[in-house]
């Protein structure tokens, strides 16, 4: 790689970690390879997850994800032009993914920006499936993880995006993903939720509680799932059971805990150690 796509490469990166500061201590318990790897998949979901989330235009959206499935179609058969791309696809281990993952995961990104609303927690969590689950065979396929846990993998992605996702609720509350059930419970609106209200803290505090047990039966279910999702999963269960228990739930969600860097080094110390004793 030339210092040009080293650096450009480099920018992509800290925007991944900016946004998941745990994968810098979890890649102390990677090989250097698989650090490498690990970087730049997750940069690239990190650039698509913008794009499906992030951006309010939809026609700038699409324009990117198309981008990204032509690239990612053209690098497959071995021509690149991202660093992202370059990096990735050098990997002797990316000849293990299947060429059509790479089409679902753009059209998974696609998928979410036409995501309605859910009856249910576990519609809701189907629904981002369509996203996630391709990221996850590919994150298998990668990191040598058993494909059959790819679907459990998925799951532990779209708990991870849900709770992200309520750090935005003041700022788009009509985009929310909250389950129907959820907002009859607390016989409110997702237009309300941008008030902060007691309310809100109600209905919030429940639904961190329900993500919260569906991530942790999930996690029971993991446990050969790659090292970087299990470690963050760790983290959000923590995040969410704390935040839960806070007068505040919102305010505590956002926070970032000044505990958080130790907690990840705690995390991905057990879960290495777990991960060599399979």
């Not at 779209?158 to 985009?175: F, G, K, N, Q, T």
């Not at 996690?219 to 999702?229: D, H, I, V």
Request: aromatic share 6%.
């Amino acid at each position: 790689m030339s210092d040009v796509q080293h650096g450009a490469f480099a920018s992509f990166e800290e925007k991944w970690l900016a946004a998941n500061p745990e994968q810098a201590t979890v890649a102390l318990f990677l090989a250097p390879d698989a650090r490498l790897r690990s970087a730049a998949f997750g940069s690239l979901v990190h650039e698509l997850e913008q794009a499906a989330f992030g951006l309010s235009e939809a026609q700038v959206a699409e324009v990117k994800i198309q981008w990204w499935r032509q690239e990612l179609l053209a690098a497959a058969s071995g021509s690149v032009r991202h660093p992202l791309s370059a990096v990735l696809f050098a990997d002797p281990k990316t000849a293990q993914v299947d060429a059509a993952d790479w089409m679902a995961l753009c059209d998974g990104a696609l998928a979410m920006r036409h995501v309605g609303a859910a009856s249910d927690l576990e519609s809701l969590l189907g629904e981002y499936s369509a996203l996630y689950a391709p990221v996850a065979r590919i994150e298998t396929a990668l990191f040598d993880a058993p494909i059959t846990g790819a679907v459990t993998s998925a799951r532990l992605w779209a708990v991870s995006h849900l709770l992200l996702a309520l750090r935005h609720l003041a700022d788009v509350p009509e985009r929310l993903p909250v389950p129907l059930d959820l907002l009859a419970r607390h016989e409110t609106t997702r237009s309300a939720l941008a008030e902060a209200v007691p309310k809100r803290a109600e209905l919030v505090r429940d639904h961190l509680g329900r993500l919260a047990s569906a991530l942790q039966s999930t996690l029971a279910e993991a446990q050969r799932a790659p090292l970087a999702r299990r470690v963050r999963s760790r983290l959000d269960l923590a995040l969410m059971q704390n935040a839960a228990h806070s007068n505040d739930p919102l305010r505590a969600v956002m926070a970032q805990p000044g505990g958080a860097r130790w907690k990840a080094l705690w995390w991905s110390w057990r879960e290495a150690r777990a991960s060599a004793r399979t």
